[in-house]
């Protein structure tokens, strides 16, 4: 019996570790994202994760959660008409050498009501990109924090 | 990043300076950088106009190149953090456009030059005019470590990857 509370609680303490928070994403699927990713070499790997913050009145983001980029395509939720800061980060690791490294592309993001938005993910022999359209094929300009105070 | 590459970089901008000065501006990096050790040149030409290639970089460079780097590296008997800062700055011109990419290392490399205020520079690229909407780069930068960063420029003055270069694999 005790062993059984053992592996218990271990596996709740596990489940509740497991990592970051998941985005609740429960809104209409307004984003829908490709993502690529190839780390170029057999004793590395990449991974592709999409953290959601809100953004409020005074500019100041709020963390709601993150997305995994693991399967080619990915929809996503984010509020219409609601500012929304979007993190897309590439992690890397090598098998050999131990390291690791990551690397980000922010954007400030408004999506309209009603309208939906592809969005090409990619990370491919170290040289990675984020491009965000319109179903009309016009690109959404990526813009830093800093641009909600303009 | 590799702290292999950081030694290397840091040797390649010393040898740069030709152990007497750091070059202060990109004109004296050009005359000085393309003999140095562990510093080449390339020189490449594109099917695109000037004033396409030289919107890509305007647009490109500071998004992709300006930021802030932290990198560690851990031995059995060290550990080691580096801060990295970038600048990228692009010259638009009639006839040439130019970019300039800096380095500065805020923590965990000891300077022995006198640096400019951004930093070393890294490396210099000069996209040329030619005639019928061609255009000539010629980039000079560190030979050794910076594969990535080689490969994003090219990728901008052709038009065809215009991705970032993920700056946390160079030296």
């Known amino acids: ?150 | 990043m590799n702290s292999r590459f950081a030694v290397l970089g840091s040797a390649a901008a010393l040898a740069a300076g030709c152990a007497t000065q750091m070059p202060q501006t990109a004109e004296e990096f050009r005359k000085v950088a393309p003999g140095a050790f562990l510093m080449k040149q390339e020189s490449f030409e594109v099917s695109r106009p000037l004033r396409d290639v030289a919107e890509t970089l305007r647009r490109r460079a500071p998004e992709c190149l300006n930021m802030t780097v932290r990198t560690t590296s851990r031995t059995a008997t060290s550990y080691q953090v580096i801060n990295t800062a970038y600048k990228a700055t692009v010259v638009p011109g009639a006839e040439r456009a130019e970019l300039h990419l800096q380095r500065k290392h805020l923590t965990g490399v000891i300077r022995v030059h006198q640096e400019p205020e951004d930093g070393h520079y890294l490396m210099v690229v000069d996209a040329h005019r030619l005639e019928r909407n061609r255009t000539r780069i010629q980039a000079i930068g560190p030979s050794r470590g910076h594969d990535v960063l080689w490969r994003a420029i090219r990728g901008w003055a052709a038009g065809d990857n215009l991705g970032c270069p993920d700056m946390t694999k160079i030296g």
């Open chain 1, 1 to 150: 019996m005790r062993a059984w509370v053992f592996v218990l609680c271990c596996a709740g303490l596990l489940a509740g570790c497991g990592g970051a928070i998941r985005y609740p994403d429960g809104g209409e699927k307004n984003l829908r994202i490709r993502t690529v990713t190839s780390s170029g070499s057999a004793f590395s790997s990449v991974k592709a994760v999409l953290g959601v913050h809100a953004v409020d009145a005074q500019c100041k983001p709020t963390y709601e959660g993150v997305v995994d980029l693991d399967r080619p395509l990915v929809e996503v939720g984010i509020p219409p008409g609601r500012l929304s800061y979007l993190v897309f980060e590439f992690a890397s690791s090598s098998f050999l050498g131990g390291s690791r490294g990551s690397i980000k592309r922010e954007t400030l993001f408004r999506p309209r009501a009603g309208a939906a938005y592809d969005v090409q993910v990619s990370y491919q022999d170290d040289i990675y990109d984020v491009v965000i359209r319109d179903r009309a094929g016009r690109e959404v300009e990526l813009q830093g924090l800093g641009a909600c105070r303009r």
